[in-house]
């Protein structure tokens, strides 16, 4: 009777809590460390797992999409982007599509469906500054600077702004390294 009773202690101390958190959860943790970690393909190998026990879990098909993306395979990472978009038409889904689309230097692609979101949420900073590299790759400075202006005007103290601003900037040969 007493093993029982350590064996149900034990139990409920270390395998009941470990119930609790759902196996998607626990594989979101392990693929986001994987890739943290810069371990792609295990990355990858969690994510589709994801994907096949939950299909509809956009953020699986997005994950891989960025893992893709740091790999420099685009066309993967445009497929994946492109599955979380047909399942779930958020303005995540949306940007990370057209942001790999501006990846690939597609940036009159890119740039429709950046100004298609920026209908819904005009000042969305991440939309503005792939905005800024399409306008950038097509060779319109004047708008780079005019969409970074409007940028300015109510995300001044936005590192990523700045960043981003500082880093287009030195690639068009405007600020000194």
């Known amino acids: 009777m ?3 009773r350590v064996w149900f202690i034990i139990t409920f101390i270390f395998l009941i809590p470990a119930c609790f958190k759902n196996k998607i959860d626990c594989l979101y943790e392990e693929a986001e460390n994987a890739d943290d970690e810069e371990n792609y393909e295990l990355a ?3 994510y589709k797992k994801i994907t ?3 299909p509809y879990e956009t953020k699986a098909f997005v994950g891989r999409g960025d893992v893709f993306l740091k790999l420099g395979k685009y066309i993967a990472a445009e ?3 492109s599955k979380a978009f047909e399942i779930k038409h958020t303005t995540w889904e949306k940007y990370k599509y057209a942001d790999c689309l501006n990846y690939q230097n597609r940036s009159k692609e890119a740039k429709k469906i950046l100004k298609s979101i920026l209908k ?3 000042k969305n900073i991440h939309v503005l500054i792939s905005l800024c590299w ?3 790759q097509q060779g319109k400075f004047e708008k780079v600077k005019k969409t970074y202006d409007f940028l300015n005007s109510f995300a ?3 590192q990523v702004v700045q ?3 500082a880093q287009l900037l030195l690639k068009l040969g405007e600020l000194e390294e």
């Open 163 to 165: 960043i981003n601003r």
């Open 156 to 158: 001044s103290n936005d």
């Open 52 to 54: 096949q026990r939950a």
């Open 120 to 122: 819904q949420d005009p």
């Open 79 to 81: 497929r994946e982007f």
């Open 44 to 46: 990858l190998s969690k």
């Open 2 to 4: 007493k093993i029982i």
């Open 134 to 136: 399409c306008y950038g």
